[in-house]
């Protein structure tokens, strides 16, 4: 097993956490939606995991430009800015990126269950690539 291998191995997992990430968004948005949840609950919960989501996808596209796979680290990067973009865009009087006050709105709502869906497609997408690259890394036996 060469070093293609156990990257694409960690990305594997990298994205597969990241995917249920992904799904516990949409799953916490999805019970605001319909009242099941408060909004100071529903948004200490996203607020929660707004950071490790950023980082473990950073940590992703570092882990492939470490493995010099260029083409899938420039996939990744739009979603990497997009992380990063909206973590350093919080308004100053926000609790987070996810604001209680805010996120009654149904456009602020709805188009945080479209980012949701996005970067769950984002990441299924990902995690295929991966496979892919790591099932033909393991069979080239490098």
Request: charged residues 15%; contains cysteine; aromatic residues 16%.
């Amino acid at each position: 097993m060469g070093p293609d291998s156990i990257v694409f191995i960690l990305e594997l997992i990298s994205s597969a956490a990241l995917m249920f990430l992904a799904v516990y968004f949409i799953i916490c948005l999805s019970d605001l939606e319909c009242d099941y949840l408060n909004a100071s609950a529903c948004c200490r919960r996203l607020n929660l995991w707004v950071r490790p989501e950023l980082v473990g996808h950073a940590a992703t596209s570092l882990l492939l430009l470490y493995g010099f796979h260029i083409v899938i680290f420039l996939l990744n990067v739009p979603v990497a800015l997009w992380h990063f973009y909206c973590y350093v865009n919080i308004p100053k009087g926000n609790m987070g990126r996810y604001d209680p006050t805010e996120i009654h709105n149904k456009t602020v709502l709805k188009n945080f269950q479209k980012e949701a869906f996005v970067k769950l497609a984002c990441y299924l997408i990902f995690f295929f690539i991966y496979l892919y690259s790591m099932i033909y890394a393991l069979v080239k036996g490098e």
